[in-house]
């Protein structure tokens, strides 16, 4: 672009959003605080406040919050290179995982998304059903032995046990779940590490030398010597087990030959450990969560269960036909998205609802707050899983509904590579559990949703079960 080209271009963009009002924003520090402690709460202040686009300040940076969903086309899919992920939840995320896939971008994320890929086709992942089979069952004779007894269980911390078994036992063939051993606890307390650093709004906090440094730095040693170990053996047997681990062993880029190196395959396992098991764990939890408050709803899908399976395992063939089911977990994740936010700072001054958008900005698209909008979304609140139905879905796209208004996994090419799993494995666990137990809030307990890396119940979800 020439000068004057480049002149012109800027006497035509529009202005930059006013700042959202001051009570939005609290001290010095813009909306830092609130950001860390209630993040969802600012954007929905924000949103009630401002409408669909509010700019805030967040310590030194400027963001902005927008709901509106065309403009998460353009920053995912349009003009997705001129958006980065470099934003300060994904340096968090760096000092843990490395360049996995998560975090890594540019030539050297394309590649490592090739090679990636076929893993996760939906025949590969079809191979995988057995051993998601066989953790669910072995968690519904627990939970046989619990309605029993008639005692209750944190719902929450059940999936996460569950989903780290699965990912552990994909991944590279081993069960994580185990807390006798290292490597559960290990994983448990990187993923709070995560979240800590996630919060706070301490510069260089990675550095002090206070215990939750010492602790997160202890159980990632953990982990990598495990990793470490297990890809050594790997290399020295020249085989394995067909899992992820093995899949990325032998992956190669088409293009040039080259394969992982140890480091790159390191970062990719504790991404997949990490990505692959909280956020299925915590739509589950809200999925579970939703159904007690709705027992019509989950008659109806038991009955299905009951219909669909008879006798019969959950196989890939029954899992097609649990239509009800499968719109079950889709509005579960309309209502509560395991990842709540995706952020992208811009790289060029961009245009977003008619605002300029400065370079350095950064963009944040909630999943939390656009799939309760209601310019897209009939009594938003309301749980109702007819809305996904063929012919619902068929009115909304009718009516002008655009498809980005809901996105749980993301859009464009950073889309989830694990959406197919993460879709299989939570129609397998909510197939084999519900099917034979149907659970029940403990009463009077407080359920609240807490933004971390991802959407979690903050205080867990206490249930009893009863045996069908
Ligand atoms: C309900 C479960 C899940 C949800 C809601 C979810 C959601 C997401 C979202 C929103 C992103 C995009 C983040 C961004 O661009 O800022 C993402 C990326 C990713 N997810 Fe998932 N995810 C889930 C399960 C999984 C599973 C089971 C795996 C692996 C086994 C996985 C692996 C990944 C990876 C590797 C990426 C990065 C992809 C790339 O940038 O190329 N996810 N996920």
Redesign the pocket.
Known sequence: MTTIEHSLTRLSQPPELQLAPEHLSGNILGHLQAFRHDSLGLMMDAFNNCGDIARVRIGYETALFTANAEDVKRV?IDRHGDYS?QTRG?AVLRMVLGQ?????EGSF?KR??RI?QPA?QRKRIAGFGDTMRAASEDLSVHWGEIARRGTSVDVAEEMMRL?LRI?GE??FSQDLSNQSAEVGPAVTEVMHYFNWLFKSSVPLLHHLPVPANVRGRRALKTLDRVVYDIIAQRRASGSGPLD?LDMFMNAYDEDTGERMSDLQLRD?VL??LT???E??A???AWTLYLLSKHPGILRRLQHELDEVLGDDEPDMMKLRELTYTNQVIQES?RLY???WA???RAEQDDVLSGHLVKRGTYVVMS?YVIQRHPQYWDNPEGFDPDRFSPERLEQAKAEGRPKQAY????I????????H???M??LIILATLLRRFTPSLVPGQRIEAETSI?LRPKHGIQMTLSAR
């Open positions: 995912l992920k994904y996995g896939l998560v975090t890594s994320w490592q998304r990636a996760f989903t990912a994909t991944l992820l990719e991404t997949m990505a692959g098991h956020t299925t915590n739509g589950l994740m998205p395991p990842v995706v952020a992208r999943p996105f749980p996994f993301s464009g090419p950073r889309k989830c590579i694990g959406d799993f993460a879709k494995e939570s991802t």
